[in-house]
């Protein structure tokens, strides 16, 4: 590619115009309440003379011919130069915006390919920058050729094959996990009590007349084991939509790291979409093992990594493998990400019972008293259950709790219903705080809460009730040595008592 060949101004595909008309949409949220203001003006004044049809039908065709007109001029206004390791873009309809995209401030290069790109065979590009409000560039409805010469110039890995021909490095969900999880993910339970509510909410409003016919359906066509055999196929149906977005989703997983050392994944069935995520960008992981899963042996990891970009999609963890065996996540974890977990744990002593099921049994009473007298009919039978259920909440989370400290990762561990672990590495804790109430003095125990950052948010994960050596152990460990200083060995009193 010659000199010339790379300073040519470059357009997107025309089909790209669908993705400034979204743009456009959102856009115009802001300032398209006043069109009906103004239609109803004209109205008022000129409604004589002309009827309300003809306003109304000319103002929709005003509107939609703007709003044409600028996704023609926003797709024609964006343009892009290739350089050597650089890409310059202008952008904007009445301020243009220039942009140098360098090899130095990328932190991703992804792509996704949406359900119209498979009929161009096209895809779309975000380079994810770092810093910034607009920390992100999109290039929507490239050629395949485009993007691999973009990347190349870029520096990226271009090419679409695992890094390790031999897969030792490569973990793909086969389709019988993703039917597993389908079937256990808490979105089928969603799903079908969403259904379940619905029917027996519409056999509730209906009239008597209209519900005496549908339970005459349904007892004819099911005899009198209609109510369990509508309840079976409410489950059927609840597990064919929970497949569909399954699939729809995570349809040829694949996750694997390059040749540079970055993670690359690879998802969707109509919208394929592909990551990139440097290891220097993860700032924790978490292994989520919820009831159903756990039961069976998988899990669920994520990764908080940074993120700059100003979409509230990117504040959101990013799923490294949405159901894998947990021994395979395990072997696979460090390898492929550089984290460790530790098998043996701190647990919580007997001192911290009382916190995590004697207060709350004590409140559950307090609160089923009113719900007892108040409450009518036999409901007010169920105030027992208010105390019961509580304390279990507490004992299950008083077993989950669990914390490990090595010389280069912090492991946590907490969860009530679902067990979720937190491993972070040294340094990447942004802020630490340990708190200890009268209570807790007495019993020599503290809670400790840490955060790591995301982008303009922070995800914080703590502990309570754990023993106070421990917790100022877990703090001073977060704390960065001041210069001149290899170790901190001692923490005031003040400060663990309660510090940030």
Same mark, same amino acid.
């Given at each position: 590619?010659?000199?010339?060949?790379?300073?040519?101004?470059?357009?997107?595909?025309?089909?790209?115009?669908?993705?400034?008309?979204?743009?456009?949409?959102?856009?115009?949220?802001?300032?398209?309440?006043?069109?009906?203001?103004?239609?109803?003006?004209?109205?008022?004044?000129?409604?004589?003379?002309?009827?309300?049809?003809?306003?109304?039908?000319?103002?929709?065709?005003?509107?939609?011919?703007?709003?044409?007109?600028?996704?023609?001029?926003?797709?024609?206004?964006?343009?892009?130069?290739?350089?050597?390791?650089? +890409?310059?873009?202008?952008?904007?309809?009445?301020?243009?915006?220039?942009?140098?995209?360098?090899?130095?401030?990328?932190?991703?290069?992804?792509?996704?390919?949406?359900?119209?790109?498979?009929?161009?065979?096209?895809?779309?590009?975000?380079?994810?920058?770092?810093?910034?409000?607009?920390?992100?560039?999109?290039?929507?409805?490239?050629?395949?050729?485009?993007?691999?010469?973009?990347? !190349?110039?870029?520096?990226?890995?271009? !090419?679409? @094959?695992?890094?390790?021909?031999? !897969?030792?490095? =490569?973990?793909?969900?086969?389709?019988?996990?993703?039917?597993?999880?389908?079937?256990?993910?808490?979105?089928?339970?969603?799903?079908?009590?969403?259904?379940?509510?619905?029917?027996?909410?519409?056999?509730?409003?209906?009239?008597?007349?209209?519900?005496?016919?549908?339970?005459?359906?349904?007892?004819?066509?099911?005899?009198?084991?209609?109510? +369990?055999?509508?309840?079976?196929?409410?489950?059927?149906?609840?597990?064919?939509?929970?497949?569909?977005?399954?699939?729809?989703?995570?349809?040829?997983?694949?996750?694997?790291?390059?040749?540079?050392?970055?993670?690359? +994944?690879?998802?969707?069935?109509?919208?394929?979409?592909?990551?990139?995520?440097?290891?220097?960008?993860?700032?924790?992981?978490?292994?989520?093992?919820?009831?159903?899963?756990?039961?069976?042996?998988?899990?669920?990891?994520?990764?908080?990594?940074?993120?700059?970009?100003?979409?509230?999609?990117?504040?959101?963890?990013?799923?490294?493998?949405?159901?894998?065996?947990?021994?395979?996540?395990?072997?696979?974890?460090?390898?492929?990400?550089?984290?460790?977990?530790?098998?043996?744990?701190?647990?919580?002593?007997?001192?911290?019972?009382?916190?995590?099921?004697?207060?709350?049994?004590?409140?559950?009473?307090?609160?089923?008293?009113?719900?007892?007298?108040?409450?009518?009919?036999?409901?007010?039978?169920?105030?027992?259950?208010?105390?019961?259920?509580?304390?279990?909440?507490?004992?299950?989370?008083?077993?989950?709790? !669990?914390?490990?400290?090595?010389?280069?990762?912090?492991?946590?561990?907490?969860?009530?219903?679902?067990?979720?672990?937190?491993?972070?590495?040294?340094?990447?804790?942004?802020?630490?705080?340990?708190?200890?109430?009268?209570?807790?003095? @007495?019993?020599?125990?503290?809670?400790?809460?840490?955060?790591?950052?995301?982008?303009?948010?922070? =995800?914080?994960?703590?502990?309570?009730?754990?023993?106070?050596?421990?917790?100022?152990?877990?703090?001073?460990?977060?704390?960065?040595? @001041?210069?001149?200083?290899?170790? +901190?060995?001692?923490?005031?009193?003040?400060?663990?008592?309660?510090?940030?």
């Amino acid at each position: 590619m010659n000199k010339s060949e790379k300073l040519v101004k470059h357009r997107l595909h025309p089909v790209s115009m669908l993705y400034f008309m979204v743009t456009v949409v959102k856009e115009s949220f802001s300032f398209i309440w006043l069109f009906p203001l103004i239609v109803l003006y004209v109205h008022q004044h000129i409604s004589e003379q002309i009827s309300p049809f003809t306003i109304g039908i000319v103002s929709v065709v005003v509107l939609l011919m703007l709003f044409l007109i600028v996704v023609f001029l926003r797709w024609r206004s964006f343009t892009y130069e290739i350089h050597e390791q650089a +890409i310059y873009i202008e952008s904007g309809l009445f301020v243009t915006k220039k942009r140098w995209v360098t090899t130095d401030h990328i932190q991703s290069i992804d792509s996704t390919v949406r359900v119209y790109d498979h009929f161009f065979s096209t895809r779309t590009l975000t380079i994810e920058l770092a810093g910034g409000e607009e920390s992100s560039i999109t290039l929507s409805c490239i050629s395949s050729e485009e993007e691999k010469r973009i990347r !190349g110039v870029l520096g990226a890995q271009a !090419g679409d @094959k695992p890094a390790d021909p031999f !897969g030792e490095s =490569v973990i793909r969900l086969s389709k019988n996990d993703l039917i597993l999880h389908s079937l256990l993910s808490p979105r089928f339970g969603a799903v079908f009590t969403l259904l379940s509510v619905g029917f027996f909410k519409y056999l509730d409003v209906t009239e008597e007349t209209d519900r005496n016919l549908l339970i005459h359906y349904l007892s004819s066509w099911f005899g009198a084991n209609w109510i +369990i055999l509508t309840l079976v196929i409410l489950l059927f149906l609840s597990f064919a939509i929970s497949l569909l977005t399954t699939f729809t989703s995570d349809y040829d997983f694949t996750l694997h790291k390059n040749d540079k050392g970055e993670l690359e +994944i690879t998802q969707g069935l109509f919208e394929k979409k592909k990551r990139t995520i440097a290891q220097d960008r993860i700032q924790a992981l978490w292994i989520i093992e919820r009831p159903l899963p756990r039961l069976l042996g998988y899990v669920s990891i994520e990764a908080v990594v940074i993120r700059n970009g100003h979409d509230k999609e990117t504040h959101k963890n990013i799923t490294l493998l949405p159901f894998v065996q947990k021994e395979t996540a395990l072997s696979m974890l460090e390898p492929l990400t550089g984290y460790q977990m530790d098998s043996h744990l701190h647990r919580l002593t007997k001192k911290a019972k009382f916190a995590y099921m004697g207060i709350p049994f004590i409140l559950g009473c307090l609160l089923s008293i009113p719900v007892w007298l108040y409450v009518p009919g036999l409901y007010h039978y169920a105030a027992p259950l208010i105390p019961l259920g509580l304390f279990f909440l507490g004992w299950m989370e008083y077993r989950k709790i !669990g914390w490990n400290q090595s010389e280069n990762f912090l492991t946590l561990q907490y969860g009530k219903v679902t067990r979720k672990t937190a491993l972070i590495k040294r340094g990447r804790v942004q802020w630490a705080s340990l708190r200890q109430t009268s209570l807790q003095a @007495k019993k020599h125990l503290a809670s400790v809460r840490v955060a790591v950052a995301s982008g303009k948010m922070k =995800v914080s994960m703590g502990l309570r009730h754990i023993p106070l050596a421990e917790a100022e152990r877990i703090y001073r460990y977060t704390l960065k040595p @001041k210069r001149g200083e290899t170790n +901190i060995t001692s923490v005031d009193q003040s400060a663990s008592r309660e510090a940030n």
